[in-house]
């Protein structure tokens, strides 16, 4: 079964730092684009920060200088480092990946969401 998992959410005060991790599991064979989102309550899930498979990055406005995103292939593993958090950053986070993996002896292709984990920033 292919899956997306996070961790590394909680509890932070503010100006803090706190890493994401989001690990793909199962037959994969290959990971393009890879995002992080977050929705706070009340709010739209919205992009965070992107990676592409060659490494290439992009970041909301609001994280710029204060989120890095990064990738490894080899373990099929996506982070996000966030610095100087802010209590406006408090939101579950979800990672979402581009998969091609084995079904079988067939390549499947399909975007994949995490569960989710909680970042709470106290001020």
């Known amino acids: 079964q292919v899956q997306l998992l996070e961790s590394g959410g909680g509890l932070v005060q503010a100006g803090g730092s706190q890493r994401l991790s989001c690990a793909a599991s199962g037959s994969i064979v290959s990971i393009s684009a890879m995002g992080w989102y977050r929705q706070a309550p009340g709010k739209q899930r919205e992009l965070v920060a992107g990676?592409?498979?060659?490494?290439?990055?992009n970041y909301a406005d609001s994280v710029k200088g204060r989120f890095t995103i990064s990738r490894d292939n080899a373990k099929n593993t996506m982070y996000l480092q966030m610095d100087s958090l802010k209590p406006e950053d408090t939101a579950v986070y979800y990672c979402?990946?581009?998969?091609?993996?084995?079904?079988?002896?067939?390549?499947?292709?399909?975007?994949?969401w995490g569960q989710g984990t909680q970042v709470t920033v106290s001020s």
């Open positions: 990676i592409t498979s060659a490494g290439k990055t």
């Open positions: 979402n990946a581009d998969l091609t993996y084995l079904n079988g002896l067939n390549l499947r292709n399909n975007n994949y």
